[in-house]
């Protein structure tokens, strides 16, 4: 499946350029193909594919959204009918005054991109950790390999999505519907908290054991 990206900082230049790594076609969406952002990228990545965000959507299947979550409205109200049908992996995280939750606990930043987008498929993934986990998501040593929790409502979209997350080294656990994204936007605060603010190392990620 073809994947496009819209947001190529942090996270999405780290994901498009692991993506590419195993060998999946990738394009970022850009609004200016020259911008100093876009060259950053492809110092770092030059195999990856630039094109405007409608054209790099209209010929994706997936799309990875990883933009400021402010900017998520103004970003994917002109593609809407493009994103029709596709799947959006939402990694954005909407995030307030004091590392308070940005919508105040009251909806997810995930449904309200499903309420945008009702024709297109939404997977919440990517949005747990740090940017330097979707770098690297490697844990040699542990026998365990590090969980991408991710949720939405649409089976089939989330089959896709957890082959991805297998191929690049995550553990994927399909935690339900989009409902559950909020829990999910929840356990990046404590992440970001622990690490950013609480001296943990940002190679902190979780494992999941059943039994
Ligand atoms: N940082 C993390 O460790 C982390 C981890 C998980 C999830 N997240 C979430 O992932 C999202 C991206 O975070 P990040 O750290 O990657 O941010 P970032 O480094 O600031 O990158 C943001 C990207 O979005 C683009 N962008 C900004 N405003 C835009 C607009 N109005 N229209 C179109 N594109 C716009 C930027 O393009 P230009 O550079 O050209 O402006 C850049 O490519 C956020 O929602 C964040 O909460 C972050």
């Known amino acids: 499946m073809k994947i496009a990206f819209l947001g190529h900082g942090n996270v999405g230049g780290a994901l498009a350029h692991r993506m590419q790594q195993i060998g999946r076609d990738v394009t970022v969406g850009a609004g200016d193909l020259q911008s100093d952002s876009v060259k950053k990228l492809l110092a770092r990545s030059p195999a990856l594919k630039v094109a405007l965000p409608a054209d790099a959507v209209s010929r994706a299947e997936i799309v990875v959204l990883a933009t400021p979550f402010q900017a998520n409205i103004e970003v994917l109200t002109p593609l809407k009918t493009a994103l029709a049908g596709k799947i959006l992996i939402d990694c954005t995280n909407p995030v307030g005054p004091g590392l308070s939750h ?46 991408m929790m991710f949720c939405g409502n649409d089976q089939t979209a989330k089959a896709a999505v957890s082959e991805l997350l297998k191929q690049l080294g995550w553990e994927p656990l399909d935690v339900g519907g989009v ?19 609480g001296g943990h190392s940002p190679r902190t990620v979780w494992a999941v054991l059943s039994r």
Do not use: C
Request: neutral net charge; aromatic residues 10%.
């Open 102 to 147: 940005g919508l105040s606990s009251k909806q997810s930043g995930t449904e309200m991109i499903q309420q945008l987008l009702p024709a297109t498929r939404v997977v919440k993934a990517f949005s747990i950790y740090g940017f330097e986990n979707f770098e690297d998501s490697s844990f040699p040593g542990y026998g365990v390999k590090p969980v």
């Open 179 to 197: 409902e559950q994204a909020l829990h999910l936007e929840h356990m990046t605060l404590l992440w970001v908290r622990m690490v950013r603010m």
